[in-house]
């Protein structure tokens, strides 16, 4: 059975850095893309960063490009967020997902399997 883990999240000034980390199991990592998404009280869920199977592709939302930074360590299982100049703006509960393609997809439908999320709180 997948299963996807977060970890990580918290409350930081604005302007600070966090990493969350998502440990996967119950299917092999290394096959599938990954995403990471987040939504705020009052908002859909919105796409964040994405990442190919090997890591050798990346995208991210135009919000984020620059400040996050998407990565993975398939020998771990685990793909990693990075957030750096972190804004009000960016609080929000953040999931990772696993991707149902093979290619990097942006559009929740796409992804089948999620995790239960970690709250990020930047606060001014």
């Known amino acids: 059975q997948v299963h996807l883990e977060e970890s990580g999240g918290g409350l930081v000034q604005a302007g600070g850095s966090l990493r969350i980390s998502c440990v996967a199991s119950?299917?092999?990592?290394?096959?599938?893309?990954m995403g990471w998404f987040r939504q705020a009280p009052g908002k859909e869920r919105e796409f964040v960063a994405a990442?190919?199977?090997?890591?050798?592709?990346?995208y991210y939302a135009d919000s984020v490009k620059g400040r996050f930074t998407i990565s993975r360590d398939n020998a771990k299982n685990t793909l990693y967020l990075q957030m750096n100049s972190l804004t009000p703006e960016d609080t929000a509960v953040y999931y990772c997902?696993?991707?149902?393609?093979?290619?990097?997809?942006?559009?929740?439908?796409?992804?089948?399997?999620w995790g239960q999320g970690t709250q990020v709180t930047v606060s001014s």
């Open positions: 990442i190919s199977w090997i890591g050798h592709y990346r």
């Open positions: 997902a696993r991707s149902s393609r093979t290619g990097i997809e942006v559009t929740t439908q796409t992804y089948d399997y």
């Open positions: 119950g299917h092999t990592f290394s096959s599938y893309a």
